[in-house]
């Protein structure tokens, strides 16, 4: 475990500015933090995100991925996903962090004391874009953040623009990656709580994210000589110490949030019966980690409940079905805030391999990155676990179905990405929902938050139309057919 970190309440209050759910004072508010030392921005930038979006996580993300199910305040479970309740509207968390990481670039480049900074913001600015645009599609990106020189009505950019344009997320990991590789001077980096300000963590960081990115529109671009070289070059995070994590401690201020909730709210979230199904088909000892046995088993059995359910006239004894596991409320002390990890490397290193993008072997980056997704979720591989139903050429599957499985299991609370992947690939097979507010189909991204179209009508009206109504059924750029 590595940086854990203590954030004050004197933070709240010199960056109280900056927490706000209305896109107009999130993004163009006149008194943002402009002064604030960049060290200070950095810390807040990092943990706010990698917080909010742990929580998002777990009550919105785990429930669209289905590894947890909701038993009450489950309309956003049922993919009614206009109506957030516990969870479930992401877009603040993204604007007001990319806002306060837009400080930090323009400090870096207008304050030679600063200069150091600008390698990590522009990284940054790809990672929480990359993230904002895979669920939402096109977004106010271009205009958004502006810092001090305010645009209240942002126009929206396309998703294909946000990819690949100048000022876009492949360009900024690459600007990104020069300007860390071009600081000659001495001052380091602070407020680092990801990396301890290690420059070359930040370098294997964007070449991770470019892996990944690049993955994510392989159906749009060719990508193969791109993902090739950096596997060459190998400068990307490949051990579990190199992890783009910050640590939860066991108490207040800085545990989960979940453990700081009352009771009744963590207990909302039981096991998916999909995640049951999966996890005990593969004999997947992770269950133990991630959930508890149902209160009324007779042994250590695990129950799962069907995702969406009316919970007006469906009657649900909790003692029934298997709570999270002590990492999540008990002891959050083992628990990280995950921006990329080795093994998600190794899985879409794999996937690469797979699909013939690079040369290299497939099976033997499978089987590396589960080796790292358990030594993460800090559980003993079983001995025979490789060999078995998680095999990676297993009786009844495919290579690719493993990989995606794998990575999806290990996602557990990481944002939306397992919702995220499934979309892109379609593992691992999800149940249908009980019942469904969204005619029995799977959401392929989220819909603009309902503020846009009050605070940004013009612009929320043509990107609505381009959408069908804001229809949450309507694909992203990289994921049409």
């Not at 895979?134 to 958004?144: H, I, Q």
């Not at 579990?240 to 909302?268: C, H, K, M, W």
């Not at 004894?317 to 596991?325: E, F, I, K, N, Q």
């Not at 959401?443 to 929320?460: G, S």
Request: hydrophobic share 40%; glycine share 6%.
């Amino acid at each position: 475990m590595k940086n854990i970190l203590y954030i004050f309440s004197f933070f709240t209050l010199v960056l109280a500015t900056s927490c706000t759910k209305d896109f107009e004072e999130t993004n163009t508010n006149p008194n943002a933090p402009n002064t604030v030392q960049p060290s200070l921005l950095l810390r807040q930038v990092i943990y706010d995100f990698g917080e909010n979006m742990s929580y998002e996580g777990f009550v919105a993300g785990d429930l669209l991925a289905q590894h947890r199910t909701a038993l009450d305040f489950n309309l956003f479970d049922r993919h009614a996903l206009k109506s957030p309740q516990l969870g479930g509207n992401p877009w603040p968390i993204f604007y007001t962090n990319l806002r306060d990481n837009e400080i930090i670039l323009n400090q870096s480049r207008s304050t030679a004391t600063f200069q150091v900074y600008e390698g990590p913001a522009l990284i940054l600015k790809a990672y929480m874009a990359a993230g904002l645009t895979d669920l939402f599609g096109d977004v106010p990106y271009f205009e958004a953040f502006n810092g001090i020189d305010l645009t209240v009505t942002p126009t929206y950019d396309t998703q294909e623009a946000i990819y690949l344009e100048e000022g876009g997320i492949l360009d900024n990991l690459d600007k990104g990656i020069a300007a860390i590789e071009n600081y000659n001077l001495s001052i380091p980096l602070e407020g680092d709580i990801l990396f301890n300000g290690d420059l070359n963590a930040w370098i294997k960081f964007a070449n991770s994210l470019k892996l990944k990115y690049l993955l994510r529109i392989s159906s749009k671009i060719e990508v193969s000589e791109d993902i090739q070289n950096l596997y060459n070059e190998g400068l990307f995070i490949s051990t579990t110490a190199e992890n783009a994590i910050f640590n939860y401690t066991n108490t207040d201020p800085n545990s989960f949030r979940l453990a700081q909730l009352r009771v009744g709210d963590f207990n909302n979230f039981v096991l998916s019966k999909t995640m049951e199904e999966i996890l005990s088909h593969l004999n997947d000892d992770r269950i133990n980690t991630f959930f508890k046995p149902f209160e009324n088993a007779t042994s250590n059995q695990f129950n799962g409940l069907i995702n969406g359910i009316d919970a007006a006239s469906t009657s649900i004894v909790l003692a029934d079905y298997s709570l999270g596991g002590s990492a999540f409320r008990e002891d959050t002390s083992v628990l990280d805030a995950n921006f990329m990890t080795s093994w998600e490397v190794y899985f879409i290193l794999a996937e690469a391999a797979t699909k013939g993008y690079i040369s290299a072997n497939a099976q033997e980056l499978y089987e590396t990155g589960i080796i790292q997704a358990f030594e993460y979720w800090q559980t003993e591989l079983p001995a025979s676990y490789l060999t078995g139903n998680a095999a990676f050429n297993a009786v009844g599957t495919t290579p690719l179905q493993q990989i995606i499985t794998q990575k999806w299991i290990a996602n557990l609370i990481n944002g939306y990405e397992g919702w995220i992947e499934y979309n892109r690939t379609g593992f691992p097979e999800f149940n249908a929902i009980s019942a469904s507010l969204n005619n029995g189909l799977i959401p392929v991204r989220m819909p603009y938050p309902a503020e846009e179209e009050a605070l940004n009508a013009e612009n929320y009206n043509q990107a609505a139309t381009a959408t069908n109504g804001n229809d949450i059924n309507f694909p992203v750029w990289w994921n049409e057919n």
